[in-house]
């Protein structure tokens, strides 16, 4: 990973690097880039880019390119583009379509963008059981293989999903041999077009499928979903997950214009303030105290800290272990136990740690007490919450990735004050 | 994604979903599951685990049963369980394999474990360039596909890499035709047997491939890497910056020993606590203000934690940037203009509400204006060191997810204490 190579678009550069490339330039230059783009490279570039970029471009085109893209993409592409764009232009590329397509885009859109149905490509071999091999091997030199072609169908006459086999199969049997006579494959990895594209990235990370058939529930095959899509919604959560621990859900643009990145961000601020707030209110409570015994308010942000820290490495193991199913209502005591001995170990080495700083620094034993009791408390209290917070807001259909820190700080910062402030006033004044 | 399917080993699991069955497992039922798994699912599973469970479930079998595993795995996944065990293990696994299978392994052993050289697969197809399609054919009946097998290898006499012909090309022409007529692929998917593994998870996003030739210096076919493979490397990268920000970069194992798991957070939290006492140094030089007014050891956790957080969201935007390779020096100078822009609007906005509500609170319009300047201050601080400090990390070659919110939180906790400590001392007494 080095700084030093300056991004700019090659002759032939492939799709996903043009998408690349124009994510990485400040607005100006991305709106000039754009416009200095062939109709073909836009819209090969166009599904690899961020909802929030591909809106801000589609806007910045005139209508009539911006209907000549939506002809050159794939429907699932194109459906995309009219959920992001609005009604009036949205009805102009419809009717600009042929009546295949346009057939093809409103299948895709019966389908939210978080489920497979959305995504699906058509681009399927279909064939009736009774051929042989060597009708396949024709048909295929006749028609082509798309890429990420692994398998082929089987449909009865009645046009519903019999089966896949293996092209390797195909490809290893002698060329009289019938589809019917190979092996087909696991039928446990044919999707419904409803699923979740959440499972969908849980399935592929388990059965590492190059492509695999989407079937609707009248048995009918509407297409098939390949590893290039399934690893790009694997990328996008992860993206997700990781921004979503500031707050930054939805911040797909490094350079997003300056108000609407502040707007979005305002709103995780304030959330944060609420918390910072009712730990000042907390802190408020021993006004007297801090008055008294000025130390306390020269070490409360040491024991706050050390809460939040212990909480936030539980809180990232259960996210992590949520989002890849390893946490279950089986595991969670054995874990809650293990988490809380590591609390006790870690908050005992460094309760007694901190408890002699406090000391040599005040020349104030039972100050080191009294932190020390606190640091103790606050990381028991930590692993407890690091590990509750998010298995309760995953049952509430909450994202633990989003609103977990801040529970956690919530609560790791009023125990913090509480313990520390409280012990300090019933023991040092 | 729901908590309540407790996970069960089902007969004829994949090897992933043993791997995935098995690292759910508190520490005992873990090993009562290893034993009871068959010697093939053994082999299976093992590659699938993360290195810390691996080790310990090594350790955990007998010597000669580990000899017996590794007979059945993949070279490079041997090359693996070797470089895990210790030595004297480590020589009787590699006795105990065949001529050929001990040159593989000790290839793979050639190499780190972070480059592409350690994780070929060597079932590669390789043809001479005069073979027809017909004779392609033949040999794929007679010698089988393996998975994800998308093209085919051309080497000449003199054994070396010529380039590949996709599989797609040669089933549409026709059974006479020979390679060298068949177009090549795109020669700049060929890989170099030392090329890091966050190079190879790069280029696979952005190209897209279904398995890619690696080629050492002197032009020698070594073998491939596959899509299957480089997806497992990059939920392995997406883990490991996740884990990072809560410097948890080495915690594998959900149910990890307790002393294991406390020993290595117990770091993270003690180069926090040096942040802390930091902190708590700033405020100490301020114990006479706060005695006087004790308003400002009420309030200022809220000038530390609005810091705090927005600098981490411009932390988590540059951290996402710079692995995924958007941010270069081009662009990092209209970054920061538009990250201080965000900070600046956020700034005042937050600056005249926390005021607001500080004069409100204090009956103290001075107080109001102190807190307002200083959350301001903080909020432009953050946002220039959450940008800068990964950028300068990565020259370093140190890693920003995890050092980066350690040195960030640094600099708003003192930039905040102090300014608002320090404009309180000049304002308020």
């Known amino acids: 990973m080095s700084l030093d190579n300056e991004p700019t678009v090659e002759i032939g550069s492939s799709a ?60 699932s592409d194109v459906a995309d583009v009219i959920d992001l764009v609005d009604v009036e232009l949205a009805k102009e590329i419809i009717d600009s379509l042929s009546d295949a397509e346009k057939a093809s885009v409103e299948a895709s859109l019966d389908y939210n963008d978080d489920v497979v ?45 019999r089966g896949a086999v293996a092209l390797a199969s195909i490809l290893e049997a002698d060329e009289g041999t019938q589809l019917k006579e190979l092996p087909f494959i696991d039928s446990t990895t044919v999707l419904n077009p409803a699923m979740p594209l959440s499972d969908l ?27 290039d899509d399934a690893i790009s919604f694997m990328q996008d959560e992860a993206d997700h997950q990781f921004m979503s621990m500031a707050g930054l859900d939805e911040e797909d643009d490094l350079f997003a214009p300056v108000f609407s990145s502040s707007k979005r961000r305002a709103v995780w601020l304030g959330i944060n303030l609420l918390t910072a707030f009712l730990a000042s209110f907390v802190i408020g409570q021993f006004e007297d105290v801090l008055q008294e015994v000025v130390a306390l308010a020269v070490l409360m942000p040491v024991v706050a800290s050390m809460g939040g820290i212990a909480g936030s490495q539980t809180l990232t193991i259960v996210i992590r272990g949520l989002a ?23 908050g005992c080495t460094w ?66 004050f509480l313990s520390f402030l409280g012990m300090g006033a019933w023991l040092l004044v």
């Not at 279909?126 to 091997?137: D, G, H, P």
Request: net charge negative; hydrophobic share 50%.
């Open 16 to 75: 996903t690097e043009l998408a690349h490339f124009l994510e990485s330039q400040p607005l100006t230059e991305r709106a000039a880039a754009w416009l200095a783009l062939s109709q073909k490279e836009r819209s090969d570039a166009l599904p690899y880019l961020h909802d929030e970029i591909k809106v801000a471009l589609l806007e910045s085109t005139p209508i009539d390119e911006v209907v000549l893209l939506a002809e050159n993409m794939e429907p």
């Open 117 to 161: 149905g959305r995504w699906l490509k058509r681009d399927v071999i279909t064939l009736s059981a009774n051929r042989s091999v060597a009708q396949v091997l024709r048909y295929i030199r006749v028609n082509g293989l798309a890429s990420y072609t692994d398998q082929v169908f089987i449909v009865g006459h009645d046009k519903k999903y």
């Open 201 to 227: 990235t849980m399935l592929f990370r388990r059965k590492h499928f190059i492509s695999a058939p989407v079937v609707d529930e009248s048995g009918t095959l509407l297409g098939r979903v390949t590893a």
């Open 324 to 346: 890849l199913e390893r946490i279950s209502d089986s595991n969670i005591r054995p874990l809650l136990i293990k988490e809380l001995g590591v609390a006790a170990l870690n």
């Open 351 to 416: 309760a007694i740690i901190v408890g002699l700083v406090a000391f040599w620094w005040f020349s104030n034993p039972m100050l080191g007490i009294v932190i020390g009791c606190s640091i103790l408390i606050n990381l028991v209290a930590a692993a407890f919450s690091g590990l509750l917070i998010p298995v309760i807001l995953e049952k509430l259909d909450l994202d633990p990735a989003l609103s977990g820190s801040v529970v956690l700080t919530t609560v790791t910062d009023i125990v913090g």
